[in-house]
Each structure stands twice: as structure tokens, then as C-alpha cells.
């Protein structure tokens, strides 16, 4: 009996089944330099020093599900403060920028509700005397603390704390207009007002920020 061939199916090749190698999958040749960007042994990892200033720490309390509100802050920082130093031709420091910023969650029962905004910098003789703080403190300045100011920090006054501290002559723009006393009239109020709801308008997170999980 002859075979039935299917004829919408191609006819299949004649097996080579007993000659047949197994092809060698193709390898990179050694001759070949591997590009430093895709060899993982020419990475370094970062090296964040202690003593690396200026930088900030943000603690709060992650019971409270504070997170988003830490972020934004820190982010709003790192665009006002980048880690970039700008120099006059007067050869003076007009904006030394924020090294690093870290982000600390804390879950204890006695750090519940806290919301605090240290700055790391390096302070002469006269700063200490004059600020007096503990000694446990360090290099350690206190910016803000949700508890003793009765509420978090507004970013306009949050940049300006800092900016006096590490960078006195940096302009903030708009939102510096009455750091150095100066009274802007009724029609500069309006203006200004308008400017801070569209820039620095608060986002909505889509987690609810500030609804706490725990009495804290």
C-alpha cells in the first residue's frame, strides 16, 4: 500500500539523524576587549563617608505612614540644593548643594509621630559657642522637628533654614522674597501666592499618607 502524503503539510527533509553534530552554541571571542560599562568587575561601589558634608537626614515615623511625605521633601531638596557647587568670580561659594540626603523610617514606640530634619555641616568655633548644642549632636543641626514647630515643614521656610546655613548668598527665586525682611505689596502677595500653589503645590500620594496605622 502506498503512503498517503497530507498535501497541505511541506514534505519533511530525509533524516540525517546518524551523521548529524551538535552545533556549538557561538561564543564571544577572547580576542575581543570587554567594554569596562558591561564588566561588572571594574564597578566600585559608593563610598559614603560620615564626615561627607553637606548632607541631611530625614527621620520619621513609618508607623505613621509618612514615607511619601519624607520622599517629596527629600526631592524638593535635592532640586533646590543639587550636589553641584557654583562659584563666583570672586572665587565665592554661592551654592555648595546637599552631598547626600537619607531617608530614615522609624517603628519604635517612642520615636511614634516624629518627623525631624537634621543637616550635617561643617561649623567653625564661633558656630558652636553660639548655637550650643549637645556635644552628643556632633556635626549635627536640628532644622525641624514636627513636634516642637506644631506641624510639618512648608518647604518655602524649610529651604530658606537651610540655605542660611550652607549656602547665604544662593537666591531661591520667588520663594525668597522675604527671607532677607523685605515686605512685597498687596499685588506681590497675589502674585507670590498664585506661583507657590502651582509649584509647590503638595501632590496627592495614592497611598494615604497621613491617616496613621497606630496612635503614635
Not at 500620594?205 to 496612635?215: A, G, K, L, M, S
Amino acid at each position: 500500500m502506498s503512503q498517503e502524503i497530507c498535501t497541505d503539510c511541506p514534505p519533511t527533509a530525509a533524516s540525517t539523524s546518524g551523521s548529524s553534530q551538535p552545533v556549538a552554541a557561538p561564543t564571544a571571542s577572547s580576542s575581543t576587549p570587554l567594554d569596562p560599562i558591561l564588566d561588572p568587575s571594574t564597578f566600585s561601589p559608593p563610598n559614603v563617608q560620615q564626615d561627607e558634608f553637606p548632607r541631611v537626614e530625614i527621620e520619621f515615623c513609618d508607623r505613621c505612614r509618612w514615607l511619601h511625605r519624607a520622599t517629596w521633601t527629600m526631592t524638593e531638596l535635592f532640586l533646590t540644593f543639587p550636589p553641584l557647587s557654583t562659584t563666583s568670580p570672586e572665587g565665592v561659594v554661592t551654592s555648595s548643594g546637599l552631598k547626600s540626603i537619607n531617608l530614615l523610617p522609624r517603628s519604635a514606640p517612642e520615636t511614634g509621630g516624629r518627623f525631624r530634619v537634621w543637616l550635617y555641616r561643617e561649623r567653625s568655633i564661633e558656630e558652636e559657642y553660639e548655637q550650643n548644642c549637645p556635644d552628643s549632636w556632633g556635626n549635627a543641626e536640628l532644622v525641624w522637628d514636627r513636634k516642637v514647630e506644631g506641624g510639618f515643614p512648608e518647604l518655602k521656610e524649610l529651604k530658606q533654614r537651610i540655605r542660611n546655613l550652607i549656602a547665604p548668598r544662593q537666591d531661591l527665586g520667588h520663594s525668597d522674597k522675604n527671607a532677607f525682611g523685605v515686605k512685597p505689596d498687596r499685588s506681590e502677595k497675589a502674585v507670590d501666592a498664585k506661583v507657590e500653589q502651582q509649584e509647590e503645590k503638595e501632590p496627592t500620594p495614592q497611598v494615604d499618607d497621613y491617616t496613621p496605622r497606630f496612635r503614635c
